[in-house]
């Protein structure tokens, strides 16, 4: 124990805390020929097309030998390795960006507006500075430095899970967060601007910051929530939707994509992870209007079909979706790199339309080309391959050789693993205790990702899938596994995935008997009591879409109590809802607390 914590404060690097970020000694950073900041701002938007058109390496090329020529050619240099060592997730190109980043930052951390120790202490506590006193680049200096710390702290969590790493991760978020405040001052502050787009570029920056941290922490679970709010940082979902609308509107700059994509990754993507959300002709034109600036100044690349494909996922036009991913899964990003997203989505397509082996195929892929979750993909692949009827032996090895790399793939941050890598392990380990079998897995791993929410309403897709429950349900009322120890916990899976079968296809009145069933089932249940919980939660939803708030209230607190990280997002989110309508006002209360300026 003693040589792990002092090797833990051997690998501290004490100059590298955010204590020290502003007396950074960047004597060895070379000056280059000076470029106007407005050029600047045009080059970095270029290199941000390029990227987006899948010309990385042309991108590199323009940036890469002059990336010491203003604060904007380094932070695309910075975001550009960031991104690419991101998607890579390989050790050594996270240990190349980090060096990259921290030598633009330090570049960009020359650029700021600089005052003695004395007076930046008077000025700031005392009496506010006199932000007309600031060039126009050391404004957005300032601006391109906090970016710069969320590039490191991003690069830091995803190098090492250590104490100290996640240390000195946040102590960047929260000094970027702070320095983020201090652009919001200059803002509202500075009465000139010599240059209107520059204005606009700095206000672009302003609203991508403001709404990222409000949206996220908004989002986080209350007691998580609640501690940020502790530590300063504060979160207002409609201020944070508010502000990267801000964003979104000021196309001609380049933090303004930023705003666009976030917003659509919050809302076709987090969103449905997290919750259930509202799909509707009125969210598909919302979604359009969101990535109009892309399709405009992007050619037919990978993003586009991307973007096409989830559209019509949700929409439950499952082979248009399949089409458009298709023709980005065939279009290699970057150096060699897969679209990982459209080879994940269409897994689950094929899982729903009962080609479990093209789904096996697919994250068969993700196995060998991705670093994002081996554990998440091999466990897939092994769900998909286990609910095949007519297994071949060499399908059979390959489900037990997955179900075995399952724990060898397991991430651990501070020594706790990932919520979604540590359910698949626990599913792994009751597949080899039941003698190499789970009940229907690929379909449990559908609603545990949330993706049986955007089935809802589409019969001729639930049909076959219930059709498959049916026969598990008899299978485990008749079958082999009929005495097994864990058949209470097994019964009442299939008995909740008939009910959300019913319930999504509109028949909530049918669904409440299998869900209620499950909830009797409760002192029965060995282990599994989160199926319990799922079925509460949606006796929930299915209360409040009847008006029935009193009783929705009860059963999502109820679900609360047995809940796992999962579904507590979609349980937090009801419980708001309910607060929204004011049905509930437990304002004290620690567990449900979370801060909401509305």
Same mark, same amino acid.
Not at 19 to 29: G, I, L, P
Not at 148 to 167: K, V
Not at 342 to 359: P, Q, T
């Given at each position: 124990?003693?040589?792990?914590?002092?090797?833990?404060?051997?690998?501290?690097?004490?100059?590298?805390? @955010?204590?020290?970020?502003?007396?950074? @000694?960047?004597?060895e950073t070379p000056l280059a020929s000076e470029v106007d900041l407005l050029s600047a701002v045009k080059i970095a938007r270029e290199v941000t097309l390029l990227v987006l058109n899948n010309k990385q390496n042309e991108a590199v090329d323009k940036i890469e030998p002059f990336w010491n020529h203003s604060v904007y050619?380094?932070?695309?240099?910075?975001?550009?390795?960031?991104?690419?060592?991101? +998607? /890579?997730?390989? /050790?050594?190109?996270?240990?190349?960006?980090?060096?990259?980043? =921290?030598?633009?930052?330090?570049?960009?951390?020359?650029?700021?507006?600089?005052?003695?120790f004395t007076n930046n202490m008077v000025t700031k506590m005392v009496i506010r500075p006199?932000? @007309?006193?600031?060039?126009?680049?050391?404004?957005?200096?300032?601006?391109?430095?906090?970016?710069?710390?969320?590039?490191?702290?991003?690069?830091?969590?995803?190098?090492?899970?250590?104490?100290?790493?996640?240390?000195r991760?946040?102590?960047?978020?929260?000094?970027?967060?702070?320095?983020?405040?201090?652009?919001?001052? &200059?803002?509202?502050?500075?009465?000139?601007?010599?240059?209107?787009?520059?204005?606009?570029?700095?206000?672009?920056?302003?609203?991508?910051?403001?709404?990222?941290?409000?949206?996220?922490?908004?989002?986080?679970? !209350?007691?998580?929530? /609640?501690?940020l709010q502790f530590l300063g940082f504060d979160g207002d979902r409609d201020v944070g939707l508010q502000r990267l609308s801000n964003g979104h509107k000021k196309r001609d700059t380049v933090r303004g994509f930023m705003c666009s994509g976030a917003l659509l990754a919050h809302t076709c993507a987090i969103r449905f992870f997290l919750t259930y959300p509202l799909v509707d002709d009125n969210m598909f034109i919302y979604c359009e209007q969101l990535f109009e600036p892309f399709r405009k100044e992007i050619s037919e690349g990978p993003l586009v079909h991307t973007f096409d494909g989830r559209i019509n996922f949700m929409k439950g036009k499952l082979q248009e979706s399949l089409d458009h991913y298709t023709s980005a899964k065939n279009t290699i990003i970057g150096d060699g790199m897969i679209n990982v997203i459209a080879v994940f989505e269409m897994s689950w397509?094929?899982?729903?339309?009962?080609?479990?082996? =093209?789904?096996?195929?697919?994250?068969? &892929?993700?196995? %060998?080309?991705?670093?994002?979750? /081996?554990?998440?993909?091999?466990?897939? =692949?092994?769900?998909?391959?286990?609910?095949?009827?007519?297994?071949?032996?060499?399908?059979?090895? %390959?489900?037990?050789?997955?179900?075995?790399?399952?724990?060898?793939?397991?991430?651990?941050?501070?020594?706790?693993?990932?919520?979604?890598?540590?359910?698949?392990?626990?599913?792994?380990?009751?597949?080899?205790? $039941?003698?190499?079998?789970?009940?229907?897995p690929a379909y449990?791993?559908?609603?545990?990702?949330?993706?049986?929410?955007?089935?809802?309403? =589409?019969?001729?897709?639930?049909?076959? &899938?219930?059709? $498959?429950?049916?026969?598990a349900i008899i299978d485990l009322q008749e079958g082999p596994h009929k005495d097994s120890v864990w058949h209470v916990d097994n019964y009442?899976?299939?008995?909740?995935?008939?009910?959300?079968?019913?319930?999504? +296809?509109?028949? !909530?009145?049918?669904?409440?008997?299998?869900?209620?069933?499950?909830? $009797?089932?409760?002192?029965?249940?060995?282990?599994d009591v989160h199926y319990v919980s799922f079925a509460q939660m949606e006796m929930g939803y299915i209360a409040k879409e009847t008006g029935n708030y009193e009783l929705a209230l009860e059963y999502f607190l109820a679900a609360r109590s047995s809940s796992i990280f999962i579904t507590e997002f979609r349980i937090h989110q009801g419980i708001q809802q309910l607060k929204r309508k004011g049905y509930y006002n437990k304002e004290d209360s620690e567990d449900e607390a979370v801060y909401y300026n509305k």
């Amino acid at each position: 124990m003693a040589e792990t914590l002092t090797a833990d404060f051997d690998n501290f690097d004490l100059e590298d805390s @955010d204590a020290d970020e502003d007396y950074e @000694d960047v004597s060895e950073t070379p000056l280059a020929s000076e470029v106007d900041l407005l050029s600047a701002v045009k080059i970095a938007r270029e290199v941000t097309l390029l990227v987006l058109n899948n010309k990385q390496n042309e991108a590199v090329d323009k940036i890469e030998p002059f990336w010491n020529h203003s604060v904007y050619h380094a932070l695309a240099h910075a975001a550009l390795n960031t991104a690419l060592a991101l +998607m /890579k997730f390989e /050790k050594e190109d996270l240990l190349n960006a980090m060096d990259i980043v =921290k030598e633009c930052s330090s570049f960009v951390n020359r650029r700021r507006h600089k005052s003695s120790f004395t007076n930046n202490m008077v000025t700031k506590m005392v009496i506010r500075p006199n932000y @007309d006193t600031y060039s126009e680049e050391e404004c957005h200096a300032e601006l391109c430095y906090a970016d710069m710390l969320i590039f490191r702290a991003l690069l830091t969590f995803a190098q090492e899970g250590s104490l100290f790493s996640y240390l000195r991760g946040g102590l960047k978020i929260r000094r970027a967060h702070q320095v983020y405040k201090e652009c919001e001052e &200059i803002l509202e502050h500075r009465s000139k601007w010599n240059d209107e787009h520059l204005k606009r570029e700095f206000e672009s920056g302003a609203d991508a910051a403001a709404g990222a941290f409000n949206l996220i922490i908004s989002s986080l679970p !209350p007691r998580l929530a /609640k501690f940020l709010q502790f530590l300063g940082f504060d979160g207002d979902r409609d201020v944070g939707l508010q502000r990267l609308s801000n964003g979104h509107k000021k196309r001609d700059t380049v933090r303004g994509f930023m705003c666009s994509g976030a917003l659509l990754a919050h809302t076709c993507a987090i969103r449905f992870f997290l919750t259930y959300p509202l799909v509707d002709d009125n969210m598909f034109i919302y979604c359009e209007q969101l990535f109009e600036p892309f399709r405009k100044e992007i050619s037919e690349g990978p993003l586009v079909h991307t973007f096409d494909g989830r559209i019509n996922f949700m929409k439950g036009k499952l082979q248009e979706s399949l089409d458009h991913y298709t023709s980005a899964k065939n279009t290699i990003i970057g150096d060699g790199m897969i679209n990982v997203i459209a080879v994940f989505e269409m897994s689950w397509i094929y899982i729903v339309l009962g080609d479990l082996r =093209k789904a096996a195929d697919h994250m068969e &892929i993700l196995c %060998q080309n991705c670093n994002w979750s /081996k554990c998440l993909f091999h466990y897939v =692949k092994a769900c998909a391959l286990s609910m095949l009827p007519d297994r071949t032996p060499d399908e059979e090895e %390959q489900m037990l050789f997955c179900m075995r790399e399952v724990p060898k793939h397991l991430r651990r941050y501070l020594g706790r693993s990932l919520p979604v890598e540590k359910y698949c392990f626990r599913r792994a380990e009751r597949f080899f205790a $039941q003698d190499n079998w789970l009940p229907l897995p690929a379909y449990e791993m559908l609603y545990a990702s949330n993706y049986f929410y955007l089935l809802k309403g =589409k019969v001729d897709l639930l049909e076959p &899938i219930m059709v $498959q429950i049916d026969r598990a349900i008899i299978d485990l009322q008749e079958g082999p596994h009929k005495d097994s120890v864990w058949h209470v916990d097994n019964y009442c899976l299939a008995l909740f995935l008939k009910g959300l079968c019913l319930a999504y +296809m509109g028949y !909530p009145l049918s669904a409440e008997e299998y869900f209620l069933e499950v909830i $009797q089932n409760k002192p029965n249940v060995i282990k599994d009591v989160h199926y319990v919980s799922f079925a509460q939660m949606e006796m929930g939803y299915i209360a409040k879409e009847t008006g029935n708030y009193e009783l929705a209230l009860e059963y999502f607190l109820a679900a609360r109590s047995s809940s796992i990280f999962i579904t507590e997002f979609r349980i937090h989110q009801g419980i708001q809802q309910l607060k929204r309508k004011g049905y509930y006002n437990k304002e004290d209360s620690e567990d449900e607390a979370v801060y909401y300026n509305k």
